[in-house]
């Protein structure tokens, strides 16, 4: 084949070549005749040459003996199979965009499966409390959290508390953020948006126990939470952030009860947030609350609320210097059938980081009771918090509480928290 390509090109060649040479000095006829021969049987030479070499080459190989196959070895391994993409929609409150999923085990477990995480709250404390308090040692809490997106247009969350004596459902609702007008609403059982500390789990608490005036006036750590509906919707101005909320619940807690499916609980709250300067900003909120209570059907409980919190926290230095300032003021008007009482609790609040892990603060609280608001209880503490990692931290409290019936107690309260699993990021 190789000769025949050439014969080709060397033919092509001289009748390209044949014109000019004729116009300079056409040789003659007999010469050319002789050189194209001799060509022509070098060519047949190397092709005969070629196809021996060739035929020697075969023989070689039948000759050699061909040997038997080595034993089969175990099957190999199963390759997995190739990456395929699962699209997810946008909006839908995780990454968006094609995510790889291997296999359909895989696949299950992060598609279908809810981010799950628990935390635990292991309290101890020393002291004297004629009152009781905290026992010496206690799992104050331990909190599993199930979270996932339901579709593109929900989202599901799910917290449950295993306490010393109870196992119960702190909150279980489902969030609709694409609702038109702009609302963001919720149905389920859930925190209230009544101030600052009735919406925090414990473990999100800056202390390790929560104010007086939440114990006196709202219930103490369950709050207000109810099952119930709450809408949200911001407020677009050109001056600062502005969200308003309203919720309406089902009376279940220990302030507000509901015999009747009419007595409902009516909350609302509005808060206004405002950067100052690059490394400080401001929080502002005002609540109300109305609805029946524990006397029965036309006997109300009126909540008023103000609280705020004021950050500083220098962008050059973020992960060192922090400084936190929140306080909080509740009034409270019950009717009963002895008449109306009024009573009124706040709290102040502030916290330092001394260093990327170590944290100072202090707490000073006041509080009139509800049933009974001439017995007034105040108490200061002073708290010391270590971070060894995101996911864990160290508190120590000292606490000092004068009761309104002259009770005195001053404690030593040591909290240790830590955390597994995916767990969301706390409100800011």
Same mark, same amino acid.
């Given at each position: ?5 050439q014969s080709i090109v060397v ?28 060509? /022509?049987?070098?060519? #047949? ?5 070629? /196809? ?62 809810? =981010? ?23 799992? *104050? ?48 059982? /859930? ?9 925090? *789990? ?37 001056? @600062? ?21 009419? =007595? ?19 929080d502002l909120g005002g609540s @109300? ?36 300032? +929140? ?6 008007? #019950? ?14 609040? @502030? =916290? ?35 971070w060894p990692s995101e996911f ?6 000292? +606490? ?29």
């Amino acid at each position: 084949m190789r000769g025949f390509f050439q014969s080709i090109v060397v033919f092509s060649a001289v009748a390209a070549w044949s014109p000019l040479s004729a116009r300079a000095a056409p040789p003659p006829a007999s010469e050319e005749l002789e050189r194209l021969r001799a060509e /022509m049987a070098a060519l #047949r030479r190397e092709h005969a040459e070629k /196809m021996a070499a060739l035929e020697q080459r075969l023989q070689a190989l039948e000759s050699t003996p061909v040997r038997s196959p080595a034993p089969a070895g175990p099957p190999p391994s199963p390759v997995p199979p190739p990456a395929r993409q699962v699209e997810v929609p946008p909006g839908a409150g995780g990454p968006t965009g094609p995510l790889p999923v291997y296999g359909a085990a895989t696949a299950a477990s992060k598609i279908f499966n809810p =981010d799950i995480a628990m935390v635990g709250d292991f309290l101890a404390a020393a002291g004297g409390n004629p009152g009781g308090g905290e026992p010496s040692f206690e799992l *104050h809490e331990a909190e599993a959290s199930f979270q996932a997106v339901v579709d593109p247009y929900a989202r599901g969350d799910f917290f449950l508390t295993f306490g010393p004596d109870e196992v119960g459902i702190e909150e279980a609702f489902v969030t609709f953020p694409a609702v038109p007008g702009g609302l963001l609403v919720k149905a389920g059982k /859930m925190k209230t948006a009544f101030g600052r500390v009735d919406a925090l *789990h414990t473990h999100q608490l800056p202390w390790t126990d929560r104010p007086l005036v939440t114990g006196n006036l709202l219930g103490a750590e369950e709050g207000l939470a109810a099952a119930g509906i709450s809408v949200a919707r911001l407020i677009p101005n050109p001056w @600062i952030f502005l969200e308003a909320t309203g919720q309406v619940y089902a009376g279940g807690s220990e302030v507000f009860r509901a015999e009747r499916r009419r =007595d409902l609980t009516w909350l609302g709250h509005l808060r206004a947030y405002q950067d100052l300067t690059e490394s400080t900003n401001v929080d502002l909120g005002g609540s @109300i609350a109305y609805g029946t209570n524990e006397s029965g059907p036309g006997f109300n409980t009126r909540l008023i609320g103000a609280d705020f919190t004021f950050r500083y926290r220098p962008l050059r230095r973020a992960i060192y210097r922090q400084l936190v300032a +929140r306080g909080e003021a509740v009034w409270s008007r #019950r009717v009963e059938p002895e008449g109306a009482r009024s009573a009124f609790g706040a709290y102040f609040g @502030i =916290d330092y980081k001394l260093a990327r892990r170590w944290t100072l603060g202090g707490r000073v609280d006041y509080s009139e009771r509800a049933a009974d608001p001439s017995l007034v209880d105040k108490g200061g503490s002073l708290l010391l918090t270590f971070w060894p990692s995101e996911f864990s931290q160290v508190r120590g409290q000292y +606490r000092h509480t004068r009761l309104g019936d002259g009770t005195r107690a001053s404690e030593f309260l040591l909290q240790l928290l830590f955390s597994i699993g995916a767990h969301a990021a706390h409100p800011f």
